[in-house]
């Protein structure tokens, strides 16, 4: 066990764990941040989407010792402008199905956006492909970063 200090939604957090466990793990057992989701625990599904430094990872395949010193965003803490932009249109769009999904989906969108404010069809798929939903909510996810993307644009 080792002592390790994480930054999560621009706080400082100790924990006590082995180092190569999963920072997925650690937000969801040790922090009780259950916002971020586990589905695979493979790395194939996105469920588990936070932004490390800006850049949406697969918290289910990060060990914490590699997200020391980096800044970690999960859904909680997704108060950026363009988080929020997002969060409203994936109202606005009724985008939920079952919502399993979404918090990773709404992390993924916030780091294109954010990265490219006007993306094209083919960059949201690019950008959205890692983020699998059972419910088929794709389309809507599309209407609601195009739904920002034109509120940035303007
Ligand atoms: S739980 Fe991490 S990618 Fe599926
Ligand atoms: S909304 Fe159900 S898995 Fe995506």
């Known amino acids: 066990m080792a002592i390790i ?3 999560i939604n621009g706080v400082e957090r100790t924990i006590e764990a ?3 466990m999963p920072l997925l793990w650690a937000l969801r057992d040790l922090l009780s941040m259950t916002g971020t989701k586990y589905g695979c625990g493979i790395g194939e599904c996105g469920a588990c989407t936070v932004l490390v430094d800006g850049d949406p990872m697969q918290s ?3 060990p914490v010792s590699e997200a ?3 800044a970690i965003v999960t859904i ?9 932009a997002l969060q409203q249109a994936w109202i606005d769009e009724d985008v939920s199905q079952c919502g399993y999904c979404q918090p990773g989906q709404l992390l993924s969108a916030t780091a294109l956006l954010t990265r490219k404010p006007r993306p094209t069809d083919s960059d949201i798929d690019e950008a959205m492909n890692s983020n699998l939903c059972r419910c088929g909510t794709y389309p809507r996810i599309r209407l609601a970063i195009k739904r920002v993307s034109r509120g940035i644009a303007q």
């Open 60 to 62: 289910c395949l990060l």
């Open 68 to 70: 020391v010193g980096k």
């Open 18 to 20: 082995e180092p190569d």
């Open 5 to 7: 200090k994480l930054t």
């Open 76 to 84: 909680e803490g997704l108060s950026t402008e363009i988080g929020r």
